[in-house]
């Protein structure tokens, strides 16, 4: 494994694990801002526009500014922003850090891609490299509630921003050891009929997509489907996600051994089918031990699907001129298509739970067969000779 790889899976935990500490204080710190019952989704909404609107920028300016700079930034503005929660007392102040946080995220989820395909590009264990990287997003979100918790319980909320604001510095002392750039002939800007020409892209990103809008739409209607029909109470459903994250992140270690030994991109359209019917499995029981099942069993095939995928993007846009503004805008698509989930399935469930079940697993089984069909670029040109 290349060293400077190592540093890039060390910031990804970092950068998710100031993500979820703030988690666990989110509904208490709403409620000592004065937010209204309406206003609720204001501080959510405004970290998700900063992530739409950062991610495609980032991409851009990743050759003009350089990969070591952009992080460097990202983690200053993220240990500032933490720094300054506990000394902000009204609504407004609160919104504006957490579009600082949303910017910080979301550049710095770019930068840290594109490191990922960048230094793995041409290794025969990329499969695993790619593992490595995935399960190291979910190690930052189980490490980050769980110190959340303890620096609340042990230095109150003002301690525990303070100790998110030392990580963020944390990560500006490691980001310094990172590569400024890679001798590439990406252009600094890119108009949008040149991403547009480029769309076909994000059909083998569809595994990326999927994974932050699953994950999203997962915590929006698990809770409700399992008080509600299965009678679960919420500490449950609380470790029922606690396992899944340890299962998904465990196995990811592990499971990008198969993406290096079998064809990546067919692991991961069957493995993207059979969640889909995992999935839809879940909306019809009325079995706890069924769900439990077969949502552990959904979670399985996720922690290989992942890798495998990320494998498969990363080798379609291998030296591709408009690779990084490429991975910013399917990024900010990614966030878009989450939102509009957001207010899609709770919708769908207050008509039909079960529905709303059918629906996710539907966009599996769609995106299973968009990427069984997808061809790269070089493989097309070459049928048409």
């Known amino acids: 494994m290349p060293r400077t790889f190592l540093t890039v899976l060390f910031l990804t935990v970092v950068i998710n694990t100031g993500m979820g500490m703030i988690i666990p204080v989110i509904p208490t710190l709403l409620k000592e801002y004065g937010f209204s019952t309406l206003g609720l989704s204001l501080p959510f909404a405004a970290l998700i526009i900063a992530r739409i609107i950062s991610k495609p920028w980032a991409g851009v300016a990743l050759n003009r500014l350089g990969g070591r700079n952009l992080m460097l930034a990202v983690f200053v503005v993220y240990s500032l922003a933490f720094f300054l ?76 921003f303070i100790v ?111 969640m889909g019917i995992l999935i839809g499995i879940c909306g019809f029981t009325n079995s706890v031990e069924t769900f439990l099942v077969a949502f552990l069993a959904e979670t399985l095939l996720f922690s290989i699907m992942l890798p495998a995928g990320t494998k498969v993007f990363a080798v379609a846009v291998d030296n591709h001129p408009l690779r990084g503004p490429m991975i910013g805008s399917f990024g900010s698509i990614t966030e878009v298509f989450t939102v509009s989930l957001a207010f899609l399935l709770p919708a769908i469930f207050q008509y039909s739970p079960t529905g709303a079940w059918v629906f996710m697993g539907g966009l599996c089984v769609v995106g299973s067969m968009l990427l069984l069909q997808w061809k790269p670029a070089l493989a097309i040109a070459r049928e048409s000779v």
């Open 85 to 160: 929660y506990p000394i902000c007392n009204n609504p407004t102040g609160f919104i504006f850090l957490r579009i600082l946080e949303g910017f910080a995220e979301g550049v710095g989820g770019v930068v840290l891609t594109h490191y990922a395909i960048v230094m793995t590009t041409g290794l025969q264990n990329r499969g695993v490299l790619m593992g490595y990287f995935s399960a190291a997003f979910g190690m930052g979100f189980i490490i980050g509630p769980t110190i959340g918790w303890v620096a609340l319980e042990t230095v109150g909320t003002t301690g525990m």
């Open 164 to 274: 998110g604001g030392a990580i963020g510095l944390l990560g500006v002392v490691v980001s310094v050891m990172l590569p400024q750039r890679y001798k590439e002939s990406a252009p600094s800007e890119a108009s949008i009929k040149e991403l547009a020409a480029n769309l076909s892209y994000l059909i083998p990103y569809i595994p990326s997509l999927l994974r932050r809008a699953l994950f999203f739409s997962f915590m929006i209607i698990v809770p409700l489907f399992a008080t509600d029909r299965l009678g679960l109470s919420a500490q449950s459903v609380g470790l029922l996600f606690t396992a899944s994250g340890i299962i998904s992140t465990a196995c990811m270690v592990f499971t990008g051994k198969l993406a290096d030994r079998f064809d990546s991109k067919r692991l991961a359209v069957w493995c993207l089918a059979g």
